[in-house]
């Protein structure tokens, strides 16, 4: 039975996921101008670049959750063939329902599926898919060492699972430099643009500064069951990627 104490926790995490659902359907109608301008247009190498170091084949079956409109589900896409499959699900339905159009303006309907879900409760079988992946958006769950776990369950045997997420840079000066746009200029921008009552583009910043460092992050992962776990670095540690394996025999 649940204590005071867990029910409040509970009651908590549940309303931080519908604030954060709110405030993503909120600024839907901007958000990959807003991803492409505020990244200066790199964010589509670096989920080209998470693409390529994951291991994937032809014929590889790919989940990627908190999908958003969809577009590392395209990158993954790309190198499929007839026998490989994309299932793109995120607990947004706005960011499903604009990210849709995408996917048929590409003739992709056969290699991607969208699914609303929760990343924390993922209506997959255990080991239904090789690779389970995520950019931008694990920060975003209630609860990160749950939403790793679920991302492992439901790969199979040796799979991965790859996280592309914003990190903190090393550099000193250049550090200074970024902290002082991304706290700074980029929530003026997308405030401006998007126009949202929401103050996302605030959110972004201080969600980014509380999430775990990469060395961190690395044994997060490792702790969820994850091994050989790697990361790499992109754009002088603006972003990393990190990927861990799920053993054979777990």
Same mark, same amino acid.
Request: proline share 3%; charged share 25%.
């Given at each position: ?12 995490? %549940? ?9 993503f359907?909120?600024? /839907? ?15 589509k ?14 014929? #590889?079956?790919?989940?990627? /959750? ?7 589900a ?22 499903? &329902? ?5 996917? &048929? ?39 990160l060492?749950?939403?790793? &776990? ?9 799979? %991965?699972? /790859? ?6 840079? #090393? ?22 643009i998007?126009?949202?009552? /929401? ?24 702790q ?20 861990g394996? &799920?053993?054979?025999n777990?």
């Amino acid at each position: 039975m649940n204590t005071d104490k867990e029910i409040s926790q509970e009651e908590l995490l %549940k309303k931080r996921a519908e604030s954060i659902k709110s405030m993503f359907g909120s600024i /839907v109608g901007v958000y990959d101008l807003l991803n492409a301008l505020l990244s200066l247009n790199f964010d589509k190498s670096w989920r080209k670049f998470a693409t390529k170091v994951s291991g994937i084949k032809p014929d #590889t079956k790919v989940l990627d /959750v908190c999908t958003g409109t969809g577009d590392l589900a395209i990158s993954y896409s790309k190198l499929l063939n007839g026998n490989g499959m994309v299932v793109g699900s995120d607990y947004c339905h706005d960011m499903l &329902k604009y990210g849709l159009p995408k996917i &048929k303006k590409r003739d992709l309907e056969d290699k991607i599926k969208l699914v609303e879900a929760d990343t924390l409760q993922l209506p997959f079988r255990d080991n239904a898919f090789d690779i389970s992946t995520v950019s931008f958006g694990i920060r975003n769950v209630a609860n990160l060492e749950d939403g790793i &776990k679920e991302m492992r369950r439901v790969v199979g045997p040796n799979g %991965k699972v /790859v996280i592309l997420e914003f990190s903190q840079p #090393t550099n000193f000066l250049f550090k200074r430099i970024y902290f002082f746009y991304f706290t700074r200029i980029l929530p003026m921008i997308g405030k401006l643009i998007s126009r949202s009552k /929401v103050d996302a583009y605030s959110y972004l910043p201080q969600s980014v500064l509380a999430f775990p460092d990469r060395v961190s992050l690395k044994k997060k992962m490792e702790q969820c069951g994850l091994e050989d776990v790697m990361f790499f670095t992109r754009t002088l540690g603006i972003v990393t990627i990190h990927i861990g394996k &799920k053993t054979a025999n777990s």
